[in-house]
Every structure is written in C-alpha cells, then in structure tokens.
C-alpha cells in the first residue's frame, strides 16, 4: 500500500532551536519527495523537494536529510523562527505516472519567541 | 516561480444549489491538474485528477455526479459542486502539475472555503 507516515503530530520548538520532521515510506518506485508548508486558510506552498540520488537538500535554513536504504526522509528547520509556525506536510510521488502526491498526515510547529 | 490561482476563495451557498471553482496555471501548462479536499487538522485527500481534454480520474468514494471537473484546456480545470449540501461544507484545494513532468514540480492553489448553508 501506498503511504507515507509522517511524524510527529505537532512540535513545539523555542525560537532559535532545530525543528525536525521526520517522514517513512513503504513504496521504493517513489523518487519524489517534496515538504509543504502551509499556514491557516491558504494552500500549500512548496518548501524543498529532493530525489533518492542525492542524501541531503540545503536551501537557507532548510534541509532535507534521505536516508534510501531505510526508506526516511526528514526535514530540519535551523534557526526556528515564529514565522515558521504553520503545518507541514511531507509527501512523495513516482515519476512517469499518473503522478499525484501522496502525502504524510501532517505536522503543525509552533515556535516559541 | 509557477504560481496557480484558485477561484473564489470563499464561497457561501445555500443547500441545493451548486458552485463551480476555478483553477488556473498561470504560467505554465498543466496536462494534468489534481483536486483535493482538506478537512479542519486533516492533510490532504485526494479527490480526483484531471487530465486535459479526458475525463477526470476519481478516487474510491468521491460522487463523480456530485463533482464534476472539466480540464478543458492546458490551464484551466473547474470543480463543480451539484447540489450542495452542508456536509460538502470544506476546503477544496487545487494542484497543477507542469506539462514538462512532475519534476518541474507540483504547484497549489490558495484554496476555497466552502460553506453550504
């Protein structure tokens, strides 16, 4: 079965600190992964994407670490802001089908000033 | 950057009547176009996909008679809700994906707040 498991649930981090998601999958045909951040009311906005070639992503603050062999990627949030405070969504896709996202359930971060 | 409006982003209708909502790539073109409904604290769940100029694909479970999509060209498809009722009460959110292959990306609309009174 197709799923992605995302964890954890919600996350309180202090200003400053390190947030951190973590996703699994079961299919390994995936060779997408994108995180998603999405604030109340709006729809998601694509943060960082990486491919199984590749074992980390930096853009700015944010890091995609892949790990293929046990199927895991995370996603690390430096320097947590409040303005980072919103729900993230980890997901993954095949290329060459039909192609649509299958995403994790869903993490909301709060950062605390 | 790729960027996808979602129209209107709120609506508020009354129960029997049915509301159309618009998606568009606004600069690229989108073959493949996908809805989703979220529910309050939910992800998203896929409603259907939409594929220009064919019928849409639907998920187990989702009434094609009660949401109709038309993918009538490259940037354009639209989510009819037929006979609304309260229960169809959400938030609807559109994706495009790039007609160049989902590694240029998937991008989403801003959403539409449903309200069927």
């Known amino acids: 079965q197709q799923q992605v498991k995302q964890s954890p649930q919600s996350l309180i981090v202090q200003k400053g600190g390190i947030s951190i998601i973590n996703c699994a999958y079961e299919?390994?045909?995936?060779?997408?992964f994108p995180w998603y951040q999405q604030f109340p009311g709006k729809g998601p906005a694509l943060l960082i994407a990486?491919?199984?070639?590749?074992s980390e992503k930096k853009e700015g603050r944010f890091t995609i670490s892949f790990n293929k062999s046990a199927k895991q990627f995370s996603l690390h949030i430096m320097d947590s802001q409040p303005g980072d405070s919103a729900t993230y969504f980890c997901?993954?896709?095949?290329?060459?089908?039909?192609?649509?996202?299958?995403f994790g359930k869903g993490t909301k971060l709060s950062v605390k000033p | 950057g790729a960027v996808v409006s979602q129209h209107p982003s709120r609506v508020i209708c009354k129960s029997g009547t049915s509301v159309k909502i618009e998606c568009r790539s606004l600069?690229?073109?989108?073959?493949?176009m996908f809805w989703y409904r979220q529910f309050p604290k939910k992800s998203l769940m896929l409603m259907a996909t939409?594929?220009?100029?064919?019928?849409?694909?639907?998920e187990q479970g989702v009434e094609k008679d009660k949401f109709l999509i038309n993918h009538a060209s490259l940037t354009l498809s639209t989510l009819t809700v037929t006979s609304a009722h309260p229960e169809d009460s959400s938030f609807y959110i559109c994706?495009?994906?790039?007609?160049?292959?989902?590694?240029?990306?998937?991008?989403f609309g801003s959403g539409t707040r449903l309200t069927v009174v």
């Open positions: 997901a993954a896709s095949m290329d060459g089908s039909q192609g649509n996202l299958i």
């Open positions: 990486i491919r199984p070639d590749v």
């Open positions: 939409s594929n220009e100029g064919s019928k849409a694909t639907y």
């Open positions: 994706s495009a994906r790039d007609s160049r292959g989902p590694r240029y990306g998937y991008t």
């Open positions: 299919n390994t045909a995936f060779d997408y």
């Open positions: 600069d690229f073109q989108a073959t493949t």
